[in-house]
């Protein structure tokens, strides 16, 4: 497994802190993400499909300073945000890429940063429905003096109580920042009562970065077997494909195979196996090693889609049932297009994303972290506090 971070309770940290950030720093992206009951999130899930064009928009339009007053009693231009976090999310920031987005743009802000369990975070929390850590306010009175991002937000977040309620919006293709659902949706798979973290993976397995990080997927598989239940949710992804343009029809037969053996319950084997062919290892995958993953490349398969009966044969190998398989092909579309929307309602458009006990999204490199938040007494993370202990 890639070498882990001690997990760590943070001390209480004081009510509000408050600082002026400068602007000019790397350019970031931002947009929405989507949780159940109350009304603005609801409204949130609405506007998803056309928040990442915004987004866009967000970052490659520019807005300059006015000259003159913004009426924010004499702050000039300055946009003043209130940032809510949770200390109980150990691996999320204190931090809202909507300001990576205004530093990128030259837009002057000024943040104070609010523990959500704090008398003053718990009032802000209720005053706007927030769901998500973290979050941003941004009144919506700062942001007149900045005429287009100003349009472009009243597009994509909804306004409560004159702010712009933004949850970490995770628009950066290239990193996956942790948020933590504050009131996680109750579903029946998601109930780590019963000593089994349920965890859900939405990725395309045969992204490149996906089979790069495919060994710390099997680390957590074999470090945590007996206590988390792993499945699988199509999310097409839209960069380093290995074959984007090549064979679309095999390239689709081995994605209806991955969400068949995901609804046979088999998903773990299948990929295995695939794996397995894929980067031309010497046998299933009882006897290939994380090595031969990572140096996948030098296959002959390398950024080609496999033959249908080099599929077929992966399934085989996996225990798949034809008959079962066959009667999923009537339904695949419908399943992806599920896995699609329950993408929408977590606010997940990453691949290499993961829904752990439907609270926290994190990268797969933050999995077992979030496991053992949830799951702190089970065997595995007791040996990863004595590991970190010693």
Do not use: W
């Not at 030259?106 to 979050?135: C, D, H, Y």
């Not at 996680?184 to 998601?190: F, L």
């Amino acid at each position: 497994m890639a070498e882990r971070k001690p997990i760590k309770k943070t001390e209480p940290k004081k009510e509000a802190v408050r600082e002026t950030i400068g602007t000019g720093k790397e350019e970031k992206k931002a947009e929405k993400t989507g949780k159940g009951i109350p009304a603005y999130l609801v409204v949130l899930l609405v506007v998803l499909a056309v928040v990442g064009s915004y987004a866009v928009f967000l970052l490659l339009d520019s807005d300059s300073p006015p000259n003159g007053s913004n009426g924010n009693g004499g702050k000039e231009g300055i946009v003043r945000v209130k940032l809510l976090y949770s200390n109980e999310c150990v691996f999320c920031r204190n931090h809202n890429t909507i300001l990576d987005v205004f530093d990128a743009k030259g837009i002057p802000f000024e943040v104070e940063r609010i523990e959500m369990s704090s008398p003053k975070g718990k009032e802000l929390v209720a005053n706007f429905f927030v769901q998500v850590s973290p979050t941003a306010l941004v009144p919506v009175e700062d942001m007149e003096a900045y005429n287009e991002t100003s349009s472009s937000l009243k597009k994509a977040f909804a306004v409560v109580n004159g702010y712009f309620v933004v949850p970490e919006v995770n628009l950066d293709n290239s990193k996956i920042y942790s948020r933590m659902f504050l009131a996680p949706q109750s579903e029946t798979d998601c109930n780590s009562l019963n000593g089994i973290a349920e965890i859900i993976l939405f990725d395309d397995p045969f992204n490149e970065l996906s089979i790069k990080q495919s060994p710390i997927e099997r680390g957590i598989e074999r470090d945590f077997n007996d206590f988390i239940s792993l499945s699988f949710e199509y999310l097409p992804s839209s960069t380093s494909t290995l074959f984007p343009d090549a064979n679309t029809e095999a390239r689709d037969y081995l994605i209806d195979y991955f969400v068949c053996s995901n609804a046979e319950g088999k998903y773990s084997e299948f990929h295995n196996e695939l794996l397995s062919i894929y980067c031309d290892t010497d046998g299933s995958e009882q006897n290939f090693s994380n090595l031969e993953i990572v140096s996948c490349n030098s296959s002959p398969h390398f950024g080609k889609p496999l033959a249908k009966e080099e599929v077929e044969r992966a399934a085989s190998r996996a225990g798949l049932s034809e008959g079962t398989i066959a009667t999923c092909f009537n339904f695949v579309e419908d399943i992806k297009k599920t896995s699609l929307q329950r993408a929408s309602e977590y606010g997940i458009r990453v691949i290499g994303t993961a829904l752990v006990e439907c609270k926290y999204n994190v990268p797969i490199q933050t999995i077992d972290d979030a496991i053992c938040l949830e799951l702190p007494e089970i065997e595995p993370c007791q040996k990863i506090g004595e590991t970190q202990g010693a």
